[in-house]
């Protein structure tokens, strides 16, 4: 695309910007309401844009550490899931909770990052 055309991540951020700070304040009750509710899809929209290739990448790494050989995230995520369900992998395999951590981790920072917790090992939520 020609670099006169913002990028995607640029024109969500100005929609964004827009609606929280001019168009939010001139708002009451349900409209307040839809207009904050789109405010927080188009944040998700921008953190997916920005982040996702490099979560699933290393989601990718790691599972292919856990099941030893190589595939596509969809196909390795599927059989995961088949082989915790078999019982074939333990929940106490070698890295399998720290691989749901970080999946879950990652997740949360495209979702909702304020649900972040700062400690991985722990399991209260910091967030509101």
Known sequence: MTTFVPDAAT?????????????????????RFQTRVSINVLRTVLREL????????????????LLGHEGELTV????????????SLPLN??????????????TLAINNP???VSDPKSTTPTGH
């Open 11 to 31: 024109l969500l951020q100005a929609t964004t910007d827009y609606f929280e700070q001019e168009l939010l304040p001139t708002l009451e009750g349900y409209h």
């Open 114 to 116: 304020k649900w972040i």
């Open 76 to 87: 390795l995520n599927a059989e995961l899931a088949t082989a915790i369900a078999a019982g």
């Open 50 to 65: 920005q982040q996702r290739s490099a979560l699933e990448s290393k989601e990718r790494q790691r599972l292919v550490q």
């Open 93 to 106: 395999s070698g890295g399998l909770l720290e691989h749901l951590r970080l999946t879950l981790r990652d």
